[in-house]
């Protein structure tokens, strides 16, 4: 059983399943050359992806080409059901750094076939997670400056106001398709500037008010 804590209470709960959003920064678009979306592009990673802070990230032998993605994460902390996006905030009791780390070739591979592609995005480590800090202590999760250092030179820099969906609409429209529970996660995305890691790589990733990920490649 995989377990998360949130920073400053006594609070710890059983991670449920990882809910994730593609597509949710315009300039990610442009820069994969894919379609802007008019629904939300939702996939899922198991549990078994979790990386603590300070780990290791092993990537597969069956890839080439391991791309980081720097994420905002949300931690639900109440049961929710088509939740209404003014209602959505109250259901997260946390906000974490991310990175959902993507398989490129195998993901791309998979989608020629017009097959499913949560191999590459599933894999064990492909979710570093720093831990979590209580909701009430972010001002406006919707304008959060974020950024990602591999060997200490910028990769990614954004701000969360650039998300096509607020936080708010990405519980709301994630609760239409999924039960949300206690211990679900959810990652909202990444900006601009994914790149590949490779073998021995050191990632530092930093969310405004949130914190920091440090994570790097065995």
């Known amino acids: 059983?995989?377990?998360?804590?949130?920073?400053?209470?006594?609070?710890?709960?059983?991670?449920?399943?990882?809910?994730?959003?593609?597509?949710?920064?315009?300039?990610?678009?442009?820069?994969?050359?894919?379609?802007?979306?008019d629904a939300p592009v939702i996939f899922c990673k198991p549990a078994s992806s979790l990386l603590e802070n300070n780990g290791k990230i092993l990537i597969p032998a069956y890839s080439d080409d391991c791309h980081h993605e720097l994420e905002l994460a949300l931690l639900i902390g109440?049961?929710?059901?088509?939740?209404?996006?003014?209602?959505?905030?109250?259901?997260?009791c946390g906000y974490a750094v991310?990175?959902?780390l993507t398989l490129r070739d195998v993901q791309a591979r998979q989608k020629e076939?017009?097959?499913?592609?949560?191999?590459?995005?599933?894999?064990?480590?492909?979710?570093?997670?720093?831990?979590?800090v209580c909701a009430d202590q972010i001002n406006d999760p919707d304008n959060l400056r974020l950024s990602l250092k591999v060997n200490g030179q910028l990769r990614q820099q954004g701000n969360t106001n650039m998300m096509m969906r607020s936080v708010a609409r990405?519980?709301?429209?994630?609760?239409?398709?999924?039960?949300?529970?206690e211990g679900d996660i959810i990652l909202t995305g990444t900006p601009a500037g994914v790149?590949?890691?490779?073998?021995?790589?050191?990632?530092?990733?930093?969310?405004?008010?949130?914190?920091q990920l440090r994570v790097s490649v065995a």
């Open 113 to 132: 076939k017009g097959l499913p592609w949560e191999i590459a995005k599933g894999f064990d480590t492909s979710c570093p997670l720093s831990r979590f």
């Open 78 to 92: 109440e049961k929710g059901k088509q939740i209404p996006e003014a209602d959505a905030n109250n259901y997260i």
């Open 1 to 37: 059983m995989h377990t998360v804590t949130l920073i400053g209470s006594n609070r710890t709960l059983n991670v449920g399943k990882i809910v994730c959003l593609g597509r949710n920064y315009l300039d990610h678009i442009r820069e994969l050359n894919n379609e802007v979306p």
């Open 98 to 100: 991310a990175l959902d």
């Open 170 to 181: 990405i519980v709301s429209e994630i609760s239409g398709f999924y039960t949300l529970e």
């Open 195 to 211: 790149g590949p890691i490779v073998s021995g790589d050191l990632l530092e990733g930093e969310i405004e008010q949130v914190g």
